[in-house]
């Protein structure tokens, strides 16, 4: 509220004060040349008041029919003691409520005196008090008027603030209810799915592991075969020297025939000889002819039978060759074997901690899925208490628009009747 010492209406005659030993004359003096004044301070010497000297009083001493012959008498004149009142006294620069509370606790006070720190500083009348405080309360009127029309555009700002919030919020707690009803389809959609793979990585799982112990069989099989294969390696090895020793044989048999070949003919080249010779010296020796005709005749065979026992050595030869031949390709034939054996078998053995490795990531898959389906069920149980709580909201913000449009008329009404009191 307005401090008293602001209003413009102070007076400067207020601010005048006597001491108890001036002269009445100079107390009425002073009441003649301020015409408007109603009080008059009495202060010490220290100028700490003692009370007021009301104009009414000095007004009743001059309009008395004995009034110039009281002045006259300088023993009255020269005395100011019994026209002192006591006042109500206040600290200057309070505000007016405080000085008409001050001012209310003396029943006969003429008015008011303020101090500043006990000492004079001016007078107000009961008159002059009223005035400053109907001033003082027509400038709070204005004011509250005006606080009352920014407190109502504040207030409907607000209001509108309000109301456009809880708009929004109601937009979004529609919305949060539909991405939470969205999240729990998803989520029952993914727990289903992963209820699913959780089956299909079981099933994998026990494939896995069935390939694996099909793989463990296979490397056995592989051991085994390789056992064998080198036993065969072994029976072959040792079969190569018994086949050159029978290619060598046939080329020996072929150069002892070349030699039965070659006496053939030399015993046929002799048999011949003899016949001639005998048919020349004894023509009548026909036992000798015939010994010499039956060896021409072996000798024709033994070339016959040898020229055949040639032909079969050829033939044998030739089979060896082959036989030989094969064997060589046999032999290549199984080092390629052994080759691609260690392939199996070093595959095999990959394929095997593969599969062992692939089969323990199916599992963890398989746990992780099951984590995956707890978890979405988790999320579609709190995204169904999200959709709940999106409902509250939703409800929440329709009071809030409500207390908005409350909190506009009352507000409305409230600075009405600060207006109009």
Same mark, same amino acid.
């Given at each position: 509220?307005?401090?008293?010492?602001?209003?413009?209406?102070?007076?400067?005659?207020?601010?005048?004060?006597?001491?108890?030993?001036?002269?009445?004359?100079?107390?009425?003096?002073?009441?003649?040349?301020?015409?408007?004044?109603?009080?008059?301070?009495?202060?010490?010497?220290?100028?700490?008041?003692?009370?007021?000297?009301?104009?009414?009083?000095?007004?009743?001493?001059?309009?008395?029919?004995?009034?110039?012959?009281?002045?006259?008498?300088?023993?009255?004149?020269?005395?100011?003691?019994?026209?002192?009142?006591?006042?109500?006294?206040?600290?200057?620069?309070?505000?007016?409520?405080?000085?008409?509370?001050?001012?209310?606790?003396?029943?006969?006070?003429?008015?008011?005196?303020?101090?500043?720190?006990?000492?004079?500083?001016?007078?107000?009348?009961?008159?002059?008090?009223?005035?400053?405080?109907?001033?003082?309360?027509?400038?709070?009127?204005?004011?509250?008027?005006?606080?009352?029309?920014?407190?109502?555009?504040?207030?409907?700002?607000?209001?509108?603030?309000?109301?456009?919030?809880?708009?929004?919020?109601?937009?979004?707690?529609?919305?949060?209810?539909?991405?939470?009803?969205?999240?729990?389809?998803?989520?029952?959609?993914?727990?289903?799915?992963?209820?699913?793979?959780?089956?299909?990585?079981?099933?994998?799982?026990?494939?896995?592991?069935?390939?694996?112990?099909?793989?463990?069989?296979?490397?056995?099989?592989?051991?085994?075969?390789?056992?064998?294969?080198?036993?065969?390696?072994?029976?072959?090895?040792?079969?190569?020297?018994?086949?050159?020793?029978?290619?060598?044989?046939?080329?020996?048999?072929?150069?002892?025939?070349?030699?039965?070949?070659?006496?053939?003919?030399?015993?046929?080249?002799?048999?011949?000889?003899?016949?001639?010779?005998?048919?020349?010296?004894?023509?009548?020796?026909?036992?000798?002819? @015939?010994? #010499?005709?039956? &060896?021409?005749?072996? /000798?024709? %065979?033994?070339?016959? +039978? $040898?020229? *055949?026992?040639?032909?079969?050595?050829?033939?044998?030869?030739?089979?060896?060759?082959?036989?030989?031949?094969?064997?060589?390709?046999?032999?290549?034939?199984?080092?390629?074997?052994?080759?691609?054996?260690?392939?199996?078998?070093?595959?095999?053995?990959?394929?095997?901690?593969?599969?062992?490795?692939?089969?323990?990531?199916?599992?963890?898959?398989?746990?992780?899925?099951?984590?995956?389906? @707890?978890? #979405?069920?988790? &999320?579609?149980?709190? /995204?169904? %208490?999200?959709?709940? +709580? $999106?409902? *509250?909201?939703?409800?929440?913000?329709?009071?809030?628009?409500?207390?908005?449009?409350?909190?506009?008329?009352?507000?409305?009404?409230?600075?009405?009747?600060?207006?109009?009191?």
């Amino acid at each position: 509220m307005q401090h008293i010492s602001r209003f413009e209406k102070s007076d400067e005659c207020s601010f005048l004060s006597v001491l108890p030993t001036d002269t009445l004359r100079d107390t009425l003096e002073m009441f003649r040349v301020h015409r408007t004044m109603r009080l008059l301070a009495v202060v010490d010497a220290t100028g700490i008041p003692i009370g007021v000297i009301r104009e009414i009083d000095i007004r009743d001493l001059l309009f008395n029919p004995f009034g110039h012959a009281l002045m006259s008498n300088p023993g009255f004149g020269s005395d100011i003691t019994g026209l002192i009142r006591d006042c109500a006294v206040a600290e200057h620069g309070q505000d007016s409520a405080a000085l008409m509370e001050v001012f209310t606790r003396y029943t006969d006070s003429p008015g008011l005196v303020l101090v500043t720190q006990g000492r004079f500083r001016e007078t107000l009348s009961g008159d002059r008090l009223l005035e400053l405080l109907a001033q003082g309360r027509i400038m709070r009127a204005e004011k509250i008027a005006k606080f009352g029309q920014e407190f109502t555009k504040n207030i409907l700002a607000l209001s509108g603030q309000i109301s456009e919030t809880a708009n929004q919020v109601n937009s979004l707690s529609e919305s949060l209810g539909n991405q939470a009803r969205e999240m729990t389809n998803a989520a029952q959609g993914v727990a289903s799915g992963a209820a699913q793979s959780s089956m299909g990585l079981q099933d994998v799982n026990e494939r896995g592991h069935k390939l694996a112990s099909a793989l463990e069989q296979l490397a056995v099989a592989a051991s085994e075969a390789k056992m064998v294969r080198t036993r065969t390696k072994c029976v072959i090895d040792s079969a190569e020297p018994q086949m050159k020793a029978l290619a060598d044989g046939g080329v020996e048999i072929g150069g002892i025939i070349d030699v039965i070949h070659k006496v053939g003919k030399q015993t046929n080249f002799l048999a011949l000889n003899a016949q001639i010779e005998a048919v020349r010296q004894d023509s009548d020796n026909q036992g000798f002819v @015939a010994v #010499a005709s039956e &060896i021409k005749q072996l /000798a024709n %065979q033994t070339k016959v +039978s $040898a020229e *055949e026992v040639s032909k079969k050595v050829g033939k044998i030869g030739r089979t060896v060759d082959d036989v030989l031949v094969g064997h060589r390709e046999i032999v290549d034939a199984m080092e390629q074997i052994s080759t691609i054996s260690e392939q199996i078998e070093t595959a095999v053995d990959e394929q095997s901690a593969t599969s062992l490795v692939i089969a323990g990531f199916v599992e963890q898959a398989a746990d992780a899925t099951s984590e995956i389906s @707890a978890r #979405a069920e988790d &999320i579609g149980t709190r /995204a169904s %208490q999200v959709n709940l +709580s $999106a409902g *509250e909201l939703a409800r929440v913000s329709a009071m809030l628009l409500v207390s908005a449009k409350g909190i506009s008329e009352q507000s409305r009404t409230f600075v009405q009747s600060i207006e109009y009191a």
